[in-house]
């Protein structure tokens, strides 16, 4: 009976498909977790201007690219927040993805925050997209860019 029902035999299939995809799913979580996770600390380290977090969390060969267009390396992205030529008061990520690729992580948010970069406040909504390569069992920031987006 059970071999020869459809019904049985496609709802068995089903519950089969649901599984092996429900762990393929729990699979990705733990780096997605973990991103997530590394994706706060940075925001927090921006906030806060904080050199030694900002130091651990980005790797050696960061690229990081402003709305604007310019370009920092790992050295001055760093000093920017530091000395606070850039300054975020207040950082709000919402609409957040991540992409797991192998070793390689794609982030892309929506980034609304209030700034005071060199003392002068401001505003600023932003499309990111951050490039994040685990190095050493560890995410590393290898890429940034952002992008303007009506207010």
Same mark, same amino acid.
């Given at each position: 009976?059970?071999?020869?029902?459809?019904?049985?035999?496609?709802?068995?299939?089903?519950?089969?498909?649901?599984?092996?995809?429900?762990?393929?799913?729990?699979? #990705?979580?733990?780096?997605?977790?973990?991103?997530?996770?590394?994706?706060?600390?940075?925001?927090?380290?921006?906030?806060?201007?904080?050199?030694?977090? =900002?130091?651990?969390?980005?790797?050696?060969? =960061?690229? @990081?690219?402003?709305?604007?267009?310019?370009?920092? %390396?790992?050295?001055?992205? *760093?000093?920017?927040? *530091?000395?606070?030529?850039?300054?975020? *008061?207040?950082?709000?990520?919402? %609409? #957040?993805?991540?992409?797991?690729?192998?070793?390689?992580? &794609?982030?892309?948010?929506? &980034?609304?925050?209030?700034?005071? %970069?060199?003392?002068? $406040?401001?505003?600023?909504? &932003?499309?990111? &997209?951050? *490039?994040? #390569?685990?190095?050493?069992?560890?995410?590393?920031?290898?890429?940034? #860019?952002? @992008?303007?987006? $009506?207010?």
């Amino acid at each position: 009976m059970f071999l020869t029902n459809p019904y049985i035999s496609m709802n068995t299939t089903l519950m089969l498909m649901m599984c092996f995809f429900g762990f393929a799913a729990w699979a #990705q979580t733990s780096d997605e977790k973990d991103i997530a996770t590394t994706v706060e600390f940075l925001r927090k380290a921006m906030i806060d201007g904080d050199r030694a977090s =900002l130091e651990k969390i980005t790797a050696p060969e =960061l690229s @990081y690219g402003h709305s604007n267009g310019k370009l920092e %390396d790992k050295s001055a992205f *760093v000093e920017a927040f *530091v000395s606070g030529k850039s300054d975020f *008061v207040t950082i709000t990520l919402t %609409d #957040q993805t991540i992409r797991i690729i192998g070793t390689t992580a &794609l982030v892309r948010h929506t &980034l609304t925050g209030e700034t005071n %970069d060199s003392g002068k $406040p401001g505003s600023v909504k &932003l499309g990111v &997209l951050l *490039v994040w #390569q685990k190095q050493n069992g560890e995410w590393k920031l290898i890429g940034r #860019q952002a @992008y303007k987006l $009506p207010q």
